[in-house]
Every structure is written in C-alpha cells, then in structure tokens.
C-alpha cells in the first residue's frame, strides 16, 4: 500500500496517529477535520495566549503505555508528570476519601463488613487478567452479588446512572472490569496541556508531506471508477483509500452506499454528548482534585478541579474547575450557555463549600460534544464493526471499536497502530 493517496477524517489521538504512521511508511496522507484544531475530544483551548487547557478533563494512567510512548517518541516526554491526586466521593453530605484499599477500608458510609467485600471484590477484578468470563453479565447485577446492596446503592449505583442514567442496569460487566483492572493513583499529564501532543503529531504529518486541513467539514464519502471520492464543501478529492475515525453512526450518514443490513447491525445510536463547564477562580473550591457526586440532586456528576493536579502557577494563578455530565444528545445542557448552565449549578456549589460566592469566579467557558460516551450493554460486543467497510477502499476505525474500554486517549492510540498494521496486510 506504500505511496497510495489516503484520507483520514477526523484529527483526534486516533487519526493523527494513523496518519502519521502512514506518512512514516511513505503514503501520501490528507487528513480532514472540521474542528479549527487538532485534538478531537482531547482538543483545548487557550485561556490566554500560549497557555492551553483542555475543553474536557484529561489524564492517563501508568498502564496507559501506548499514548505514553508517543508522548515520549515526539520528544515531549519530559513534559509528561505523574502527580498522584486527591479522589474523592461525596456522600450523605460529607467528602470521603476513596482511591485506595486503605481508603476503602475507612469508607464509613458502609459498614466495615461490606468494605471488606467490596475490597476483595475490586481485588478480583484486578486481579483477572481478561473479561471474556464476565460476558453476558451486567455490571449492576455482579456489583450487587458480589460486594451487597447496600455497596451498590452507596458507592456504585449513583455513578452508573449519573454516566449512563436509564441505561444504569444494561451496562456490561467487562465495561466495569476495564474500569477498575487497568486504572492507577498516579496520573499522567503533559504540562502545557494535550493539545501539545495533537499539534506535534500534526505538524509531523506536514513535516512528512501530508496535509491536515483544519475547519473542513467532509459532507460525502463515496466509491466510483475503483476510487473514493471525499467532498466537502466546495470541492471533491479522490483518493486510493479512505480511513474514517468518525463515530459509526456519522460514518453511515456521510456513506450512502453503504449497505442497510451493515446500518442495521453496525450504526450503534445509543451514546451520550458531554458537557463540561470550566470556571476559574481567585481562589480554591476543594482540597480535592477528583470528586465523585454519590448525592442525589447535583446537577453534574463529577467536579473536578484540575488545579489541585497541576499547579495553579501554570495557568496565571488561576484556579480551574470542571463540572462535567454525559446527557442524551437531546439534553438542553448541550446546548446551554455557559451563564445558563451557572445558574443551575451555582446553588449546589455551594451545597460542596458553604462558602462559595460567584463573585470568585473569574472567568467561564462551557463545551459539549456529541457520541462521547458510548452505552456499553451486553449487547453492544456484536455490534462493534470491523475496520473494513462493504465499501472497498474504505475503512472503519473509532472509540466504538476500543470494547472493553469505552474511549481514551490510549486505546486510541492502540487502535491507530492495530489499523495501520491491518492495512499493511
């Protein structure tokens, strides 16, 4: 395939990647992305002049090797820090501790009876190497024999429905296994912000003869002539191969040539859109970096306060807090401002710290992306698409693919180097 003409559409971890070990073997690659930046949901912002935050929460974790080696392969490396956090649950009004055996041991919330269950059930998983004996299994049902009801009602369940809401009691245990088998304390970020990584890997492509085009919305993906065809807004390229890293379901929308019975098993719809409201400080929230809402009646399900992570000094002193959701894609938070989404969750910032004033805030910013968090059932295993399409020439590749895990910069990653190899065949 060396030397072809390829298209990869989307600049997230996962298509730069691909775009970039594609250009290191001698294709000509033309990477699309309708976003004015690289980056994908790991995309940030500046909040002033060369100093970039992300648009949503990011980190990694040690067992994250394959981003890591990136990192370091593009000689950001030394940039990349692994600081090990508060993480925190509320619970019945109080902030507990919850990040480690020690921690769970102290969970009052429960008695210690059920501590020491749910200890020896996390143990467990940690300790299986694969899930495939976990198929077919819901989480909620093995959390509820496994570790008791009452650890289920405390601990688990207001996390599993604040993620995946109706859909609580249909989410696949294998997804849960991923969650706790490969997670760690200590969390990586590269100072400076991610998007460091997206334009490097970007300005490699171009370095290699590629060419990313930013803000350029792909409108068709289509085959004639033993071509495929790319058209967006004002023009039409062809090309010998075409990778796509879009969300199934967009992939089906902008191919209509794609087959109803590939439609049919394939265009997964059940996913939810991301909201996160980002607002800076004169001085801190919490002592806390990661705070799970275990509450009833929070209108976000995590606050985390990026700046009890990374050093407030980074960011012109000041103090960073994301209030992030995943909501169905037809959620009004989605398409609220930032003084909307304020107002309705200013009254329970002051429910976490009785003395919060808005007159603190400085500065906010509100974010929402569409299909960025898949609901894993059970049944969603044989869903999952392989890379190639019944359309010659073109190839499949996204998040919906990194089963058990559900997203993250890593398995992107991984993805990207199990394609490239694939199409190398």
């Known amino acids: 395939m060396s030397g072809r003409r390829i298209a ?14 594609l250009t290191q073997r ?19 912002f500046e909040i002033e002049p060369g100093m ?27 940039d990349l820090v692994w600081p090990r956090p508060r993480t925190v649950t509320l619970r019945d009004g109080r902030v507990h ?4 055996p020690a921690s769970l041991l102290r969970f009052d919330p429960l008695p210690i009876a059920d501590r020491i269950r749910m200890g020896a059930a996390l143990a467990y998983l940690r300790a299986l190497p694969e899930p495939a004996r976990l198929e077919g299994r819901t989480a909620a049902a093995w959390i509820r024999r496994s570790m008791g009801k009452r650890a289920y009602e405390v601990v688990w369940a207001p996390l599993l429905e604040a993620k995946f809401g109706a859909a609580a009691e249909e989410i696949a245990l294998p997804w849960f296994w991923a969650r706790v088998h490969h997670r760690s304390a200590e969390l990586g970020y590269l100072r400076g912000g991610f998007q460091r990584l997206y334009q490097a890997l970007a300005d490699r492509v171009r ?14 993906i289509a085959t004639a002539d033993g071509e495929m065809r790319i058209t967006t ?3 039409t390229d062809r090309f010998d191969h075409v990778v796509s890293t879009l969300p199934t379901t967009l992939t089906c929308r902008l191919t209509p040539q794609l087959p109803d019975a590939y439609r049919e098993r394939h265009d997964w719809r059940r996913a939810y859109g991301a909201h996160c409201l980002i607002l800076s400080l004169d001085r801190p929230l919490t002592d806390s970096y990661w705070m799970n809402i275990n509450d009833p009646g929070y209108p976000f399900l995590a606050l985390v306060e990026h700046t009890n992570y990374q050093s407030p000094a980074d960011y012109g002193g000041r103090h960073l807090v994301y209030l992030g959701n995943y909501r169905p894609m037809d959620d009004p938070l989605l398409r609220s401002t930032p003084e909307e989404a304020l107002a309705e969750f200013t009254p329970h910032l002051r429910r976490i710290n009785p003395d919060f004033d808005p007159s603190w805030i400085t500065e906010r910013w509100g974010f929402a992306a569409p299909f960025a968090q898949p609901i894993v059932t059970t049944e969603y295993r044989d869903r999952i698409p392989p890379f190639e399409t019944p359309i010659a020439g073109l190839s499949l590749a996204n998040m919906f693919q990194v089963y058990p895990h559900d997203r993250g910069q890593n398995y992107s990653v991984e993805l990207a180097e199990k394609l490239v190899q694939h199409l190398g065949r």
């Not at 990869?8 to 070990?21: C, E, M, S």
């Not at 501790?97 to 480690?100: C, G, R, Y």
């Open 207 to 220: 370095d290699a003869g590629g060419d990313v085009r930013l803000g350029v919305e792909v409108r068709e």
């Open 8 to 21: 990869v559409l989307g600049a997230g971890a996962l298509g730069l990647t691909v775009a970039h070990r």
């Open 233 to 235: 807004g004002d023009a």
């Open 97 to 100: 501790q919850l990040d480690s």
């Open 26 to 44: 001698g294709d000509r690659v033309t990477v699309f992305e309708r976003e004015p930046l690289p980056g994908g949901l790991a995309a940030g």
């Open 52 to 78: 970039w935050l992300e648009k949503f929460y990011h980190h990694i974790f040690r067992s994250d090797r394959a981003v890591a080696g990136l990192i370091d392969e593009l000689g950001l490396g030394d």
